[in-house]
């Protein structure tokens, strides 16, 4: 059974850092894991402003990672990543979680990103 989504509340509970920002590149990358294999993307972000954070520099350019289930057996049940994959050139709001050593930002799961309309 996949996670439910997160609410608005508990998105920004969660989140180190709340962006609006654009995707200008993508890259996936096909990982086997132990029940099969794992999508896992790594996206640069133009960021427009932040929303919320805890007061860190908000870097012109960010690098985000996410992953969405990829090839599971039949009957598999379990988190699945990311809802829906983020869309390239569009304004979205971006939940992340926690920056790792290497300067890389991981999206909150399920749904970490909304349309900004």
Not at 2 to 18: F, I, T, W
Not at 39 to 66: A, K
Not at 74 to 84: A, E, K, M, R, V
Request: aromatic letters at 8%.
């Amino acid at each position: 059974m996949a996670e439910p989504p997160l609410s608005n509340d508990e998105l920004r509970m969660y989140a180190g850092k709340v962006i609006i920002g654009k995707v200008t590149s993508v890259s996936r990358e096909e990982v086997e894991v132990e029940n099969g294999t794992n999508r896992v993307y790594t996206v640069q972000v133009d960021t427009i402003r932040e929303e919320g954070g805890f007061g860190l520099d908000l870097d012109p350019t960010m690098t985000i990672t996410y992953w969405q289930a990829g090839d599971r057996p039949n009957g598999w049940t379990g988190s699945i990543g990311q809802f829906s994959p983020l869309p390239v050139d569009k304004e979205i709001r971006l939940y992340l979680g926690k920056k790792r050593e290497d300067g890389v930002w991981n999206l909150l799961e399920p749904n970490g990103w909304q349309a900004v309309e």
